[in-house]
């Protein structure tokens, strides 16, 4: 802070959330990254683990760090502040959309008709 404004004076309930944050977001990425290293039956944690776990959940990269190895037949995905991670799991199914799936339109039609032979069996129920 002292390069930006060397008169700013940092709140200390500031400065102890902000250090709250830091440990958190610091507990967060090494217990992934202690999961992912247990996955691939290690009993240490590389750095290859904690880059896997930024670069995935948080788009961030390790400066002067090996590139992470990908297996062949795969490409390689590049982020950075001009090409951002998706916002979404490419990999997660997306529901069907109203317009371009026949299902939603075949439950309207049967739950139209159930209703109108509903209707047509109350109807005569009562007209007798």
Do not use: W
């Not at 967060?28 to 039956?41: M, P």
């Not at 896997?52 to 788009?59: A, E, Q, S």
């Amino acid at each position: 802070m002292n390069s930006i404004d060397p008169s700013f004076k940092l709140d200390t309930a500031a400065e102890e959330q902000i250090l709250l944050m830091a440990s958190d977001f610091v507990e967060r990425v090494t217990k992934s990254a202690c999961r992912l290293a247990k996955h691939r039956n290690s009993t240490r944690l590389d750095v290859k683990d904690v880059q896997l776990i930024l670069l995935k959940h948080y788009g961030m990269t390790i400066p002067n760090a090996p590139p992470l190895a990908t297996p062949p037949g795969r490409v390689a995905a590049t982020f950075s502040s001009t090409n951002p991670p998706p916002a979404t799991n490419p990999l997660k199914r997306q529901a069907p959309s109203d317009e371009t799936s026949e299902e939603p339109q075949l439950k309207k039609q049967a739950i139209e008709e159930s209703n109108n032979k509903v209707s047509a069996s109350a109807a005569s129920a009562i007209s007798i």
